[in-house]
């Protein structure tokens, strides 16, 4: 636990660009298994997710009709 601590005051004293960078890094270095073993547990499928309403409405409960219907030129 203190531990713990001492990394979180560490982490309160890295500027933006440090933090942005870390965290960057920790997603482009993710293990491929392992993201695609998470992906198929939160989403119940394996291999391709076929998007639908109720995936929408799961990734945003307030407004899934910003997903199904973007405008064609968000990516």
Not at 3 to 14: G, K, Q, V, Y
Not at 35 to 45: A, L, P
Request: overall charge positive; aromatic content about 14%; glycine content about 4%.
């Amino acid at each position: 636990m203190v531990e713990m601590l001492a990394m979180s005051c560490e982490w309160i004293n890295f500027t933006a660009a440090e933090r942005q960078a870390d965290r960057f890094a920790a997603c482009f270095f993710m293990p491929q298994k392992l993201v695609r073993e998470g992906f198929e547990f939160m989403f119940c499928c394996i291999g391709r997710l076929r998007f639908s309403g109720v995936i929408a409405y799961h990734l945003d409960p307030i407004n899934p009709n910003r997903l199904l219907y973007a405008p064609k030129e968000s990516k």
